[in-house]
């Protein structure tokens, strides 16, 4: 059986140039995610997750580069695709959700003006339609009385909630490939356990194809069928994820399951 591969990342490298100094943050990623499936990507704070993240949706701040690789996602490498191409495939067919969801929420709207305005940006939807499918999403990822919650601005909702309503957002213009960076770090464990669960019901509901960044093995166990392990900007081992517990192959991998409680 052959599968489709939705994206493929061959020899990316992103690096950091400061008068002329290069700082390489991301220096050798590869790997391929088949459609429908989740990798995860797992590696120590600093070994280059999020600018990989932040790479494929060219959210690099300045001076943060590619310099080379390529990118496909489908049949379209995304290191040279023009900024309108981009910004289609941003929010499009392509969304993420970071660790802490209050710097995604603008604090002075409320969650039901957010999530019209993503619906209105991807969907063209009016104000009354934009209400309906709002509350639609919140049910969809576990907001009970979603018709209060959508009146209400983030400060009034938990870290747990706020973090599905950025996946509600996320969801919004039903993408094809999600991008979620450590989604559940900031949570309390059972709120991660929830959280989780909500990603992969909706991942299998919707065949949407999943990078999940994360340090956590026991994510990595719950949701992922394959596994990049980065160390120092690269990805140094990659496989499916039963391959990863059973024989891995690398010195970190390999510290990174002894110490798993
Ligand atoms: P993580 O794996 O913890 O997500 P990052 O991808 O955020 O790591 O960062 C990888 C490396 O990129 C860091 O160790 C740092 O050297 C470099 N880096 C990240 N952001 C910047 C920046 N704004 N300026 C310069 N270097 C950066
Ligand atoms: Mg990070």
Do not use: W
Not at 157 to 182: F, H, T, W, Y
């Amino acid at each position: 059986m052959s599968e489709e591969i939705i994206l493929d990342i061959k020899d990316l490298r992103t690096s950091f140039f400061t008068e002329d100094v290069e700082v390489k943050a991301v220096d050798g990623v590869s790997f391929k995610l088949p459609k429908g499936k989740t990798i995860g990507i797992v590696g120590e704070s600093g070994s280059g997750k999020s600018i990989t993240a932040l790479s494929i949706l060219r959210l690099l701040e300045h001076p943060g580069k590619i310099v080379g690789g390529e990118i496909n996602f489908k049949d379209k490498d995304l290191t040279k695709a023009s900024d309108r191409e981009i910004r289609d495939i941003r929010g499009n067919e392509i969304s993420m959700i970071f660790q802490e969801p209050m710097t995604s929420l603008n604090p002075v709207y409320t969650v039901g003006q957010q999530i019209r305005e993503t619906l209105k940006v991807h969907q063209g939807l009016g104000k009354e339609q934009g209400t309906k499918k709002g509350v639609e999403l919140l049910e969809l990822v576990g907001i009970p009385s979603p018709k209060k919650r959508i009146t209400q601005y983030p400060h009034e909702l938990s870290g747990g909630m706020r973090q599905r309503v950025m996946i509600a957002m996320a969801l919004a213009c039903n993408p094809e490939l999600l991008i979620a960076d450590e989604p559940t770090t900031a949570l309390d464990v059972t709120i991660q356990a929830q959280i989780l669960e909500i990603i992969n019901d909706l991942q299998d509901r919707f065949d949407m194809s999943v990078i999940m960044i994360t340090h956590d093995m026991g994510v990595v166990a719950e949701t992922c069928d394959y596994v990049a392990v980065m160390y120092g900007g690269k990805v140094v081992e990659y496989a499916d994820v039963k391959t990863i517990f059973k024989e891995p192959k690398h010195p970190y991998t390999v510290g990174l399951l002894n110490s798993i409680p």
